[in-house]
């Protein structure tokens, strides 16, 4: 079985190698999920953790009154939202190197935390969703875009076929809705609230998790 640090490893050496493309390759098909994942955590209101910030390509999309730190687990990635950060003049926002499965926070940290494009691609995803309701605030929410699907047995086995050699290029093709469904009834402390389809054609998903108040 993959370890955590093993999967690190290998997204640093991929995200290595996209850094200078990812955004020329991206930037156009995730606009809209990203810009709808910052509009909801800045309508929440308060502090805002996103994880997986790789280049940056949400950040505009925050409004400049919510305090936005960002966690990254490549430098590559991070250096590029740095200099957005820079030529955009975002001075809202914090960058840091960080493994989401153990982030440096203290608990209730944050009102919102958003994770675009990233929790398909962790090696534990339930761990990393623990901490997310850990640093977050009674009352807060955790915001999730991505490639999720809803099941059916014929797209499940074209799924976990493909699997192997997307994660090699740092994609995922098989991440169940399930898999948030169970970890949600399962950890007792949070509310799985929306699922809603995003475009194109619903490729994509936005989860709303409620951390319930104390």
């Given at each position: 079985?993959?370890?955590?640090?093993?999967?690190?490893?290998?997204?640093?050496?991929?995200?290595?190698?996209?850094?200078?493309?990812?955004?020329?390759?991206?930037?156009?098909?995730?606009?809209?999920?990203?810009?709808?994942?910052?509009?909801?955590?800045?309508?929440?209101?308060?502090?805002?953790?996103?994880?997986?910030?790789?280049?940056?390509?949400?950040?505009?999309?925050?409004?400049?009154?919510?305090?936005?730190?960002?966690?990254d687990i490549s430098e590559e990635m991070l250096a590029r939202a740095q200099e957005k950060r820079a030529r955009l003049n975002l001075q809202n926002v914090s960058l840091r190197v960080m493994d989401a499965h153990r982030l440096e926070f203290s608990d209730a940290t944050f009102d919102v935390v958003t994770l675009p494009f990233v929790l398909t691609l962790v090696a534990k995803p339930e761990a990393v969703l623990c901490e997310c309701a850990r640093?977050?605030?009674?009352?807060?929410?955790?915001?999730?875009?991505?490639?999720?699907?809803?099941?059916?047995?014929?797209?499940?086995?074209?799924?976990?076929?493909?699997?192997?050699?997307?994660?090699?290029?740092?994609?995922?093709?098989?991440?169940?809705?399930?898999?948030?469904?169970?970890?949600?009834?399962?950890?007792?402390?949070?509310?799985?609230?929306?699922?809603?389809?995003?475009?194109?054609?619903?490729?994509?998903?936005?989860?709303?998790?409620?951390?319930?108040?104390?």
């Amino acid at each position: 079985m993959t370890t955590s640090s093993e999967t690190a490893d290998l997204q640093r050496r991929i995200y290595r190698r996209w850094a200078p493309v990812y955004d020329r390759l991206y930037a156009g098909i995730l606009k809209q999920a990203h810009r709808i994942l910052a509009q909801r955590a800045s309508a929440h209101g308060g502090d805002v953790l996103e994880i997986g910030v790789g280049t940056g390509l949400g950040l505009p999309y925050y409004h400049p009154a919510r305090k936005l730190v960002g966690i990254d687990i490549s430098e590559e990635m991070l250096a590029r939202a740095q200099e957005k950060r820079a030529r955009l003049n975002l001075q809202n926002v914090s960058l840091r190197v960080m493994d989401a499965h153990r982030l440096e926070f203290s608990d209730a940290t944050f009102d919102v935390v958003t994770l675009p494009f990233v929790l398909t691609l962790v090696a534990k995803p339930e761990a990393v969703l623990c901490e997310c309701a850990r640093v977050t605030k009674p009352g807060g929410a955790i915001i999730i875009a991505s490639r999720i699907s809803r099941g059916g047995v014929l797209q499940s086995k074209l799924e976990r076929a493909v699997a192997p050699v997307a994660r090699r290029i740092g994609l995922s093709s098989s991440f169940h809705l399930s898999t948030i469904q169970q970890w949600n009834e399962e950890h007792g402390g949070v509310l799985l609230d929306a699922v809603e389809d995003l475009r194109p054609m619903g490729f994509f998903k936005l989860v709303a998790i409620h951390r319930k108040a104390d």
